[in-house]
């Protein structure tokens, strides 16, 4: 199994900045695909918020484009979300997710733990 560990959350006010880290692990052989942070507010669906694949093409949600740039590094299987320009709306948890394989081949998705983010008015 592949672990992924963000950090980076917290918070902070309107207009400020954050960047998210997470990365993957295992004691087996694996590699990444496609990898992703989505969000899940209070009392609302878990919501995809950017992808990158493993040759570097991105997706945004409209909600975040112009203001959040996803990431990764394949050598330290790791991708990072730089948000600028929080808004309030922008509170929640965010998780990161990765499509890897197995040295069979075997595709798995994989989520992290989670890490809250919180932007004050």
């Known amino acids: 199994q592949v672990q992924l560990v963000e950090s980076g959350g917290g918070l902070v006010q309107a207009g400020g900045s954050l960047r998210l880290s997470c990365t993957a692990s295992?004691?087996?052989?694996?590699?990444?695909?496609?990898m992703a942070w989505y969000r899940q507010a209070p009392g609302k669906q878990r919501e995809l918020v950017a992808t990158?694949?493993?040759?570097?093409?991105?997706y945004y949600a409209e909600s975040v484009k112009g203001r959040f740039t996803i990431s990764r590094n394949n050598a330290n299987s790791a991708v990072y979300l730089q948000m600028n320009s929080l808004k309030p709306e922008d509170t929640a948890v965010y998780y990161c997710?990765?499509?890897?394989?197995?040295?069979?081949?075997?595709?798995?998705?994989?989520w992290g733990q989670g890490t809250q983010v919180t932007v004050s008015s």
């Open positions: 997710n990765a499509i890897w394989s197995d040295v069979r081949g075997q595709r798995y998705d994989n």
């Open positions: 990158v694949t493993k040759i570097d093409s991105t």
């Open positions: 295992s004691r087996s052989l694996f590699r990444i695909s496609d």
